[in-house]
Nanobody, 125 residues
């Protein structure tokens, strides 16, 4: 059973940076598809970054150029570097993983079976 644990959330002023981490356990190596999602209460979960087994990354336009997803296979850890943060980036951020996914839907929450508990990010203006 794959388990995901996020860390690194917190409060930051607009323009600042945060680095989120997602530790993966219960599996030998990282799952093939991994992603970061965020969710604001009352809204749908939004994919903000994804990476596949080849290291190919994908971002929506709202965070492209500001967020960077990466993974450290030896550490079984997924990262999300967030720069130039804006108040609209405020949300709970979740790590997600799946062993097989369709590349054209890699930012869709429905593609993922394994989820972390979330870490809160608050960006103040």
């Amino acid at each position: 059973q794959v388990q995901l644990v996020e860390s690194g959330g917190g409060s930051v002023q607009a323009g600042g940076s945060l680095r989120l981490s997602c530790g993966v356990s219960g599996n030998s190596g990282l799952p093939y598809c991994m992603a970061w999602f965020r969710q604001v209460s009352g809204q749908e979960r939004e994919g903000v970054a994804a990476i596949d087994s080849d290291g190919t990354t994908k971002y929506p336009g709202s965070v492209e150029g500001r967020f960077t997803i990466s993974k450290a296979n030896a550490e079984n850890t997924l990262y999300l570097e967030m720069n130039s943060l804006k108040p609209e980036d405020t949300a709970t951020y979740y790590c997600a993983a799946e062993f097989s996914c369709r590349s054209w839907r890699i930012l869709a929450a429905s593609e993922y079976h394994y989820w972390g508990q979330g870490t809160q990010v608050i960006v103040s203006s």
